[in-house]
């Protein structure tokens, strides 16, 4: 018998889904945390940074840390931005353990990212964009979010310097939506996709 499992963005919105409950379980969950690095490491490598020296960072959505510890393991320093409370105060705590180097910035990305001009050398969100794609109140448009998101990221990263977004869209319309108001901000490049032949693992 199939189970249809409904996704965390019909759920309602993040900073209430990934409550106390829903951040820790996320934490101990040995296949999630494996998921989630590996998805970080191909990140990372689509960054295509320079081998020779540690780069500032930004990991939007960074939930729980565990993408972020990937940036700090390959030697560079990152902030983790995030709306869930619970998930920061496990990664902050985590953090010290594991010694990341990461600082964290409770913020809804929707707003925009809130940093100075051109400070990162690059950046990457796993698993978390497509959140932008819902509206959980009325005056929330997912267009003006995602423009706003894009547009502000755009602005904090260095010259010439990458983002990667990995990301889970619900149907092609997101996607589309997704890339067209991400070159509309000013990014160009594509869309990759892993395991194409495969729904389960598609992303």
């Known amino acids: 018998m199939s189970v249809n499992r409904v996704r965390p ?4 919105p993040p900073e209430l889904y990934y409550n106390e409950e829903e951040a820790c379980k996320y934490a101990s969950n040995s296949h999630i945390v494996s998921i989630q690095t590996e998805m970080a490491e191909r990140a990372l490598e689509l960054l295509a940074l320079p081998d020779d020296k540690s780069a ?3 990991d939007i959505g960074c939930g729980t840390g565990i993408s972020g510890g990937v940036l700090a393991n390959a030697g560079h320093c990152w902030v983790g931005l995030d709306i869930s409370r619970p998930m920061l105060e496990i990664a902050s705590q985590d953090d010290e ?20 001009p051109g400070v990162f050398d690059g950046a990457i969100s796993i698993s978390a964009i497509q959140w932008l794609c819902h509206a959980n109140s009325t005056d929330q448009n997912p267009k003006r979010r995602l423009h706003r998101f894009f547009q502000t990221l755009y602005g904090c990263l260095g010259r010439g310097t990458r983002a990667v977004f990995q990301f889970y869209p619900e149907n092609e319309h997101q996607s589309a939506l997704i890339m067209s108001l991400a070159t509309k901000a000013g990014f160009n490049g594509g ?9 389960k693992a598609k992303k």
């Not at 869309?191 to 729904?199: H, K, Q």
């Open 9 to 12: 963005e019909h759920s309602g």
């Open 97 to 116: 353990d594991r010694d990341n180097m990461g600082d964290f910035i409770l913020a809804d990305m929707g707003n925009g990212v809130p940093f100075l």
């Open 56 to 58: 500032f960072l930004l």
């Open 191 to 199: 869309l990759v996709v892993d395991y194409p032949n495969s729904v």
